[in-house]
C-alpha cells in the first residue's frame, strides 16, 4: 500500500532536540519533493518545510529556520527532521506529505499525508 | 505572507443539508493555488479540491470548489455523516505557502 508514515515524536525539554523520520512505501520516492507539516493543538496546519527530489533544493518557515533541518535517503526511502533548540511553541503533531504536480493543469499539491508523530515541547 | 481565514469556525449541520465553508485571503491569491483539505480526528489530511475547483481523484461530487480574488469557498451539497471533519484549505501561488485555520463541520 502507498503509505507515509512518521516515527519519533515524543517528549522532550525546552532547548532539547528531537529527530523525526518518515518511512515511505510503495512509491518512487526518489521522484518526489516531500515536505513536513504541523498542527498545533488546536491551531490550523502550518509548513515547516520541504526538500527536493534530489536535496538539492531545501526550504524552512521563518519560525524553525536555523533550528530544524530536512534531510532524506533516498536509498531507504525515508525522510528526516532534524529538530534542534526546541520551543513550546514547536509543541504539535507532525506529518510528512508529498508533494505531486499535476502537469495538465500545472497545479500542485500535497496528495499523499502520514498519520503524524507527536511532538510536545515542556518542561 | 498571506494570511487565510476560514469561518466560521465551527458548522453544525443535519444530514442532507448544504454546508457552506469560506476561506479568505489577506490579498489577492490566483485561484489556482488553492487547495482544500478533509481531516479527520487521528487521521491524515486528505486532498478534496485542488486548483480552486478540481476534486481529487475518489471525492464524491457533492464537494465543489469556488471563488476568486481573496474570497473562496467549499461547498457540500448534501451532507453525508462521514462529512464530520474539519476542512482547510492552502494556498500556494505565494510563498510560503500556509493554511487556513480550518473549519469544524459537525453533522447533528
Known amino acids: 500500500e502507498v503509505a507515509l508514515v512518521e516515527s519519533g515524536g515524543g517528549l522532550v525539554k525546552p532547548g532539547g532536540s528531537l529527530r523525526l523520520s518518515c518511512a515511505a512505501s510503495?512509491?518512487?520516492?526518489?521522484?518526489?519533493?516531500m515536505n513536513w507539516v504541523r498542527q498545533a493543538p488546536g491551531k490550523g496546519l502550518e509548513w515547516v518545510g520541504s526538500?527536493?527530489?534530489?536535496?538539492?533544493?531545501?526550504f524552512y518557515a521563518a519560525s524553525v529556520r536555523g533550528r530544524f533541518t530536512i534531510s532524506r535517503d533516498n536509498a531507504g526511502n525515508a525522510l528526516t527532521l532534524q529538530m534542534d533548540s526546541l520551543r513550546g511553541e514547536d509543541t504539535g503533531v507532525y506529518h510528512c506529505?508529498?508533494?505531486?504536480?499535476?502537469?495538465?493543469?500545472?497545479?500542485?499539491?500535497?496528495?499523499?499525508w502520514g498519520p503524524g508523530t507527536p511532538v510536545s515541547v515542556s518542561s | 505572507e498571506i494570511v487565510l481565514t476560514q469561518s466560521p469556525g465551527t458548522l453544525s449541520l443535519s444530514p442532507g443539508e448544504r454546508a457552506t465553508l469560506s476561506c479568505r485571503a489577506s490579498q489577492v491569491v490566483k485561484s489556482d493555488s488553492l487547495t482544500w483539505y478533509q481531516q479527520k480526528p487521528g487521521q491524515a489530511p486528505r486532498l478534496l479540491i485542488y486548483?480552486?475547483?478540481t476534486r481529487a481523484a475518489g471525492i464524491p461530487d457533492r464537494f465543489s470548489g469556488s471563488g476568486s480574488g481573496t474570497d473562496f469557498t467549499l461547498t457540500i451539497s448534501r451532507l453525508e455523516p462521514e462529512d464530520s471533519a474539519v476542512y482547510h484549505c492552502q494556498q500556494y501561488g505565494y510563498s510560503p505557502l500556509t493554511f487556513g485555520g480550518g473549519t469544524k463541520v459537525e453533522i447533528e
Open positions: 486548483g480552486g475547483s
Open positions: 526538500i527536493s527530489s534530489n536535496s538539492e533544493h531545501v
Open positions: 506529505a508529498r508533494k505531486f504536480f499535476d502537469p495538465t493543469g500545472g497545479h500542485w499539491f500535497f496528495d499523499l
Open positions: 510503495e512509491f518512487s520516492f526518489t521522484l518526489y519533493t
